[in-house]
């Protein structure tokens, strides 16, 4: 069996577990709470299994998974670097991060053919005037605060 | 009624001013990702409390106004709804950015924007103190059956595989569920952590299980993230027209549809774009692509959600319940700007409800060369940019989204983990869609269900509460009709759509 | 160790500026103020806080940010307290008696206790009221009372949420007047309305701002205050009827806990001066609301009388349910 297929079938038990467990945690609370959660899961439980049942039965044809036809691992290298974004955001505040990570993430672009690297530079100084510019607008004109940063010297008001 | 006297008052050059004003605040903010008309609103109530009462609302119904049709950019060019309204607004405007008609299809976003704008204040000004009484036909069972129906639309969400896309759509019910239950009082799936203490927050959840598969999915080619526009941008406004009239009957259908549920309490831009967009697919011609890239799912969904604006205000004014969400807002600065709501307002402040629509209006008209010169712009920027601006671009704006809106850190982190698993579960032919439905229908469902039972009980018969108004019944109806359709639809499409060309309206 | 680091690293600074600001802060606010408000923007609590809003750049000549956070009865603001700095500038709005009840109903779940709530200006409040539609037969307080005696559990009562104030006030009704209703919960005030007006419910709970707002379409029967509102002189207190039943929801700015004593008096002056403008306190009578003024640090005395006086309460409606 295909590796896409083997992971298609966890899929569905995967989603067949989160239903049961749904059903299980209902247990606790009280009735008027606890009939919709329990119909939930109940409903997942058993769409996943007429799921899995038509995939089974028509295992003749290996499951095709949706292709972009690019690099997972650029996909990849950009779910980290996002997780990373938010997860230090709380440290290095809306500014710091933001330009920081503005040009991490234009690194992790595949370029076009025929655009020069070069263009890095003027994207790096783009990144840093947007965030600048999107900070101004929303915290000094509309009040709308923005993530500061616990390490004081990075604070927002000091770039 | 002297409506001219109003309009003339709307007319002050301050006024004029303040109607341009909110109304590009208003699209600005809508067109970023997550900040929803409400919250445009709720940040724009200090500006308003420095106003006059009557230009301060002038001021926050423009704001409004302009952060409907705004959400529209955001939706069209990166498919991430820039409000909940234009979720919809998705389905249809994205392909055809895709394809290389972005610019077009954001030229027909805002005529239909117009349009359903205009409609909507029409019905309030001509039938507001009747249709008020239809607000208050809509009890716990009524919500119950308007939330399945807007359930239904997952059937043609997800064509291919119908049994996935309700997988999907209980998977968001399921998401739904976190968070205090607000029939029992339960604290359900929070494990005791304070970020799911408040449930799973719509807005950071649409736009990361919406848009967070877009971006990841742009980085991984070297290929340019739209074509280039394939129509030369001339005559952009004559081509929208033509595109949005030559589907009249669905323009006013949805305009209605808009309208009608603006009315109906707290069920919002979002819902009725839903609605209205279920509709023109279930009415389409079989020369119609709904899903890639149709005009007329932009006409709909765009056309609903401007005309719950004006129509909402019919039960925020005459009832003193808010119509949409944003319309609780409106309520609570009249409040604080002293002017009293209810049947009262018609007699002792008609001179501020009329010059408030009268300025509305003309934030609507104005939105037609607004909208398409800045939408002229953005799209021609969003195609010239390089690739490795926007995609950080839009991370940054998921990031700002998902926080400014409640000021919260695990609203990022709610957004991020849900679009990592809408991308993961994307490759196997989930589609995400139906989890933003079923969280966002899943309270009013779950409330209306267990609210009727609890009256039903109490009254001796739990049939009666869900089954005996006639409301409840044409919904029903319209449930039955819109999961019986499709399949025989498909048996008969031949034949039906060989004589729905004969019948059916011109192309 | 790292994690050790990392903590004396991150206080330093914070130390550092906890400093500066209270040798230096003779002119309080220097900057806008921040308040997380834990219900939308249209609600009772939006409108209490957005009455402050109106005046307050004029009297402090500082901004007041209202950053709404709506979420599980306003759980999800009060569970964020103790992540705040406490410097005077990120504040709460607390809603009594919901923070009372809330962490006895759902124990660790709550995301808060009864500490983390440090009021030290309470500014308003607002009687809750019976009350039914224009249209219903009941047209006196005893009408609904003869129902609800003839039929016990039959007539429905709306009201907002599980444990909030709404379901206190039922509960107390019920408890002396020996009554048996129907509460059926809805998700906030304006819910509440709307099934009242569309006649889904025979009765609810809600607020005097709702008799302000509604006055038309719906009928105040009686109202749970001590005495009677002068903006509504007609309408008998439950305790005149024979029902001694007082609920008043009230609202105070909170500060984070560890906040110092000069930064409390600090905040609770500077609202004090606010709601005490005649503007704010006029709009506020008018909207329904009753001003109070309990500035710190009589506000720890008014926090531990409505904690004891609302504990029995929380502990039966979480048994309930």
């Not at chain 2, 971006?215 to 074509?227: F, G, P, R, V, Y």
């Not at chain 2, 007699?347 to 037609?368: K, Q």
């Not at chain 3, 209490?48 to 402090?60: D, E, G, H, L, N």
């Amino acid at each position: 069996m295909a590796r896409g297929s083997i992971i298609h079938i966890a899929m569905h038990l995967g989603f067949c577990l989160f239903g049961m467990s749904m059903v299980y945690l209902s247990q606790n609370f009280e009735q008027t709470g606890s009939i919709t959660p329990v119909f939930i899961g109940f409903c997942i439980i058993a769409l996943t299994l007429v799921s899995l049942l038509s995939v089974v039965l028509n295992s003749a044809k290996t499951f095709q998974m949706k292709s972009t036809g690019g690099s997972i691992w650029r996909s990849l290298a950009f779910i980290i670097l996002v997780t990373l974004w938010i997860t230090l955001l709380p440290y290095l505040g809306f500014i710091f991060s933001g330009c920081l990570f503005f040009t991490l993430i234009s690194f992790a672009v595949p370029t076009d053919k025929n655009k020069v690297t070069k263009q890095f530079m003027a994207v790096s100084v783009g990144g840093y005037i947007t965030t600048f510019a999107f900070w101004v607008v929303l915290t000094k004109l509309l009040h709308i605060p923005l993530p500061e940063a616990t390490v004081s010297l990075l604070n927002n008001a000091n770039f | 009624m002297d409506f001219i006297t109003y309009i003339e008052a709307a007319f002050t050059p301050f006024n004029l001013a303040v109607s341009l004003g909110g109304l590009i605040i208003g699209i600005i903010l809508g067109a970023l990702p997550g900040l929803s008309s409400t919250f445009s609103c709720a940040v724009m109530l200090p500006v308003s409390f420095a106003m006059s009462p009557v230009s301060g609302l002038i001021f926050l119904g423009a704001v409004y106004m302009g952060s409907t049709y705004g959400g529209s950019f955001a939706a069209i060019l990166i498919k991430t709804p820039g409000t909940p309204q234009s979720i919809t607004t998705t389905f249809d405007g994205f392909p055809m950015t895709k394809k290389g008609l972005g610019g077009l299809a954001l030229a027909i976003a805002c005529v239909s924007s117009v349009v359903g704008g205009i409609v909507g204040i029409f019905v309030f000004l001509f039938f507001a103190p009747p249709l008020a009484k239809f607000a208050l036909l809509f009890g716990p069972a009524e919500y119950f059956w308007l939330a399945l129906f807007g359930l239904t639309i997952i059937a043609s969400l997800s064509e291919g595989n119908l049994i996935k896309g309700l997988i999907s759509g209980f998977f968001g019910l399921a998401l739904s569920q976190i968070g205090v239950s607000v029939v029992s009082g339960d604290m359900r799936f929070t494990f005791e952590s304070t970020a799911l203490i408040g449930g799973i927050p719509i807005i950071p959840a649409t736009i990361g299980l919406l848009c967070m598969p877009v971006a990841i999915d742009m980085i991984a080619t070297s290929e340019k993230h739209l074509d280039t526009p394939k129509i030369s941008s001339k005559n952009q406004l004559a081509e929208a027209v033509k595109a949005v009239f030559s589907r009249k009957k669905n323009l006013f259908r949805s305009s209605l549809i808009g309208a009608l549920i603006g009315i109906i309490p707290a069920a919002g831009g979002a819902i009725a774009s839903l609605v209205a967009y279920a509709e023109a697919k279930r009415g389409a011609r079989p020369e119609d692509t709904f899903g890639k890239g149709d005009p007329g799912g932009i006409v709909a969904s765009e056309s609903a959600n401007n005309a719950t604006v004006g129509s909402g205000l019919v039960p925020t004014f005459v009832l003193g319940i808010p119509g949409t969400p944003p319309d609780a807002v409106i309520l609570g600065a009249m409040m604080v700007h002293g002017v009293q709501i209810g049947p009262k307002l018609f007699s002792d402040h008609s001179g501020v409800i009329y010059t408030f629509l009268a300025g509305i209006t003309i934030a609507t008209l104005l939105m037609l060369p607004v909208g398409l010169l800045v939408g002229k712009y953005i799209y021609r920027a969003v195609v010239n940019v390089p690739k490795s601006y926007l995609i950080p671009m839009i991370a940054l704006m998921l990031l700002i989204g998902a926080f400014a809106i409640q000021n919260s850190h695990d609203d990022i982190l709610i957004m991020l983990t849900l679009g990592v698993v809408a991308w993961t579960i994307g490759w196997f032919g989930f589609p995400a869609p139906p989890i933003v439905l079923g969280l966002l229908l899943g309270p009013i469902a779950e409330q209306g269900f267990a609210q009727s039972l609890m009256i039903g009980q109490a009254k001796g018969s739990v049939f009666n509460v869900f089954f005996s108004s006639p409301v409840s019944l044409i919904l029903i109806t319209l449930i039955v009709v819109a999961i019986a359709l499709p399949p025989i639809l498909k048996q008969y499409s031949v034949r039906f759509f060989s004589e729905s060309k004969k019948v059916g309206e011109q192309v | 160790m790292v994690r050790f680091k990392n903590k004396v690293i991150l206080t330093i600074p914070v130390f550092l500026t906890a400093l500066l600001i209270s040798n230096i802060a003779v002119a309080y606010p220097e900057k806008s103020v921040q308040l997380t408000v834990g219900f939308g923007p249209g609600g009772p609590s939006g409108i209490a806080a957005r009455f402050m809003q109106k005046r307050f750049s004029a009297v402090t000549g500082q901004d007041l940010v209202i950053i709404n956070k709506p979420g599980a009865g306003g759980a999800k603001a009060w569970a964020q307290i103790k992540k705040d700095k406490p410097d005077g500038y990120q504040l709460t709005l607390l809603n009594f008696p919901h923070t009372v009840l809330q962490p006895i109903a759902r124990g660790a779940n709550a995301g808060y206790t009864y500490e983390d709530i440090q009021p030290v200006l309470y500014y308003t409040s607002v009687p809750q009221v019976i009350a039914v539609r224009k249209e219903s037969p009941f047209k006196t307080f005893e009408d609904l009372l003869m129902a609800i005696k003839k039929n016990p559990g039959k007539i429905t009562i709306a009201g907002t949420g599980i444990g909030g104030s709404n379901h206190s006030a039922f509960y107390k009704l019920n408890t002396v007047g020996k009554l048996k209703g129907a509460y059926v919960p809805f998700k906030d005030t304006s819910s509440t309305i709307g099934a009242l007006k569309s006649g889904a419910t025979d009765a609810a709970w809600t607020f005097t701002t709702q008799g302000v707002k509604d006055g038309d379409s719906i009928r105040m029967l009686a109202i749970a205050s001590e005495k009677r509102m002068p903006l509504f002189p007609d309408l008998p207190t439950l305790t005149e009827l024979g029902f001694p039943v007082v609920d008043v929801a009230s609202w105070a700015i909170g500060v984070p806990p560890g906040t110092s004593a000069k930064i409390r008096e600090q905040v609770s002056k500077m609202f004090q001066k606010v709601v005490s403008d005649p503007s704010v306190a006029s709009d506020m009578e008018n909207g329904g609301y009753l001003p109070i003024s309990i500035p710190y640090p009589e506000s720890d005395v008014e926090k531990a009388r409505l904690g004891s006086s609302y504990g029995a309460v929380g502990v039966a409606l979480s048994k309930k349910n």
